[in-house]
């Protein structure tokens, strides 16, 4: 990501997809904690704020918008996505298959800018689809224990804190 190789990244986020192209939530879900941004964050801030950097400007050139962001306005973009990360754990490729999906014009089109907060009410929608997708996974897994026999019912704790703690 750091060095801007479009078909690397496209190549890597295949593993957080489905066959139909749709981000696979539970693939992301694995992604451990010390991964993901905000651990990213404390270790070396100016390294991630760059590696966002680098993936916002990216797709910003995909867009063919007549007035896009300047460099300055995409480095406090990235710090503005990495100061929320932590409300949801977010991961490098949430970011990344994000702007996949807004680049397609699956959050609606783009016409002639992109500016903050028009970026993030859009990435808010990914966040929204992605806190649904934990929450068929919570479902489906009470769904599965209610239907073993009584005494494999046992959730221990350390079962319930990992699936919180990688959302």
């Given at each position: 990501?750091?060095?801007?190789n479009k078909q690397e990244i496209n190549?890597?986020?295949?593993?957080?997809?489905n066959d139909n192209g749709s981000v696979c939530f539970p693939a992301l879900f694995g992604i451990r904690t010390e991964e993901r941004l905000p651990s990213l964050f404390k270790r070396d801030p100016a390294q991630i704020v760059s590696t966002i950097s680098v993936g916002l400007t990216l797709s910003f050139e995909s867009m063919n918008l007549s007035r896009p962001m300047n460099g300055s306005q995409i480095t406090d973009l990235?710090?503005?996505?990495?100061d929320s990360s932590h409300e949801d754990n977010l991961a490098l490729e949430d970011i990344m298959l994000f702007m996949q999906k807004l680049i397609r014009g699956e959050y609606g089109k783009l016409y002639e800018s992109m500016d903050i907060p028009k970026f993030m009410e859009m990435f808010e929608i990914y966040r929204e689809e992605r806190w649904q997708a934990v929450n068929r996974l919570h479902e489906?897994?009470?769904v599965q224990n209610k239907a073993l026999p009584?005494?494999?019912?046992l959730v221990t704790l350390r079962d319930l804190m990992t699936v919180k703690k990688d959302i």
């Open positions: 990501m750091v060095t801007g190549i890597i986020l295949r593993s957080y997809k990235a710090e503005t996505i990495l489906e897994r009470q009584e005494n494999s019912r």
